[in-house]
């Protein structure tokens, strides 16, 4: 029994060892022939219809991960937002502070749901889900000044931007947005809010600074050659 156990723990020192020197190299157990899992429910509805669902039938498909999950509370964008509010590690923090964003903005829309005539209730989203998705796509920005130096002169030259740092610049600019106020007189959450639905309705700062980015590129197009030198 002893020397079993002292065997064991020879072989994961060894295994510690080789591994750090990029010698083991650690394999999925299913074949890549096994295909992803399609899990979000806006995949699943452009297969039903494009009706290419029965050719998933008799495939192999590898089991989904716990964070690959279709529920409604396990967003991919807004847990992107709780990460972007997070400091320090304090996660639990900002999904409090989701919450909370989340709760002002039903309340906000309910009182001016209960303003408004019947005639313009339809036009008023309750949704929070629905408003703040609105506000991510109307504040991401096309265009952005990259400083390229030619012939020992910096230019600021307009690049289109990827997906990626559109959505992070945005999502960004509603936080940062946030942050500008009297902190004794208003709460993140509260001023966070009615950011996101200015945004949603294209208004407030943040859309503000999305146009001024783009006049500065338009501004500057004379310069958009540089970016292939």
């Known amino acids: 029994m002893v020397l079993a156990r002292t065997f064991n723990l020879l072989m994961l020192r060894d295994l510690t060892r080789y591994n750090s020197m990029n010698i083991i190299q650690f394999y999925s157990v299913f074949p890549p022939s096994f295909v992803k899992p399609i899990f979000r429910k806006e995949e699943q509805e452009i297969l039903y219809n494009k009706g290419e669902e029965?050719?998933?039938?008799?495939?192999?498909?590898?089991?989904?991960?716990?964070?690959?999950?279709?529920?409604?509370?396990?967003?991919?964008?807004?847990?992107?937002?709780i990460n972007y509010i997070m400091k320090a590690g304090k996660k639990e923090l900002a999904r409090k502070l989701m919450d909370q964003t989340f709760e002002n903005i039903k309340m906000i829309q309910i009182a001016s749901y209960n303003r408004v005539s019947s005639d313009q209730k339809q036009n008023i989203e309750l949704d929070p889900k629905v408003i703040f998705y609105s506000a991510i796509k109307n504040c991401t920005?096309?265009?952005?000044?990259?400083?390229?130096?030619?012939?020992g002169i910096p230019y600021q030259v307009p690049v289109p931007i990827d997906s990626a740092r559109a959505n992070y610049l945005s999502m960004n600019w509603l936080i940062n947005a946030s942050k500008e106020r009297d902190k004794k007189a208003f709460k993140f959450t509260e001023v966070l809010a009615k950011e996101i639905i200015a945004a949603a309705n294209n208004q407030g700062r943040v859309i503000k600074k999305k146009q001024d980015l783009h006049k500065q590129c338009e501004a500057n197009r004379t310069y958009a050659h540089f970016r292939w030198s």
């Not at 991960?65 to 509370?73: I, L, R």
């Open 54 to 81: 029965k050719s998933y039938t008799h495939l192999r498909i590898r089991p989904a991960t716990p964070f690959q999950t279709s529920s409604e509370f396990n967003d991919r964008l807004i847990r992107k937002f």
């Open 141 to 151: 920005p096309i265009l952005e000044l990259k400083r390229i130096q030619k012939g």
